[in-house]
């Protein structure tokens, strides 16, 4: 039961991870453009 929710909770931070870094990268890429 416990690894269930590390499980779950390790997938929702990658997933977080993975939003924030397409962020990072449009306003890397705005700069660039800029």
């Given at each position: 039961?416990?690894?269930e929710i590390f499980l779950s909770r390790m997938l929702m931070c990658r997933r977080a991870a993975n939003f924030l870094n397409c962020e990072f990268e449009l306003v890397i890429n705005g700069a660039k453009l800029l």
């Open positions: 039961e416990y690894f």
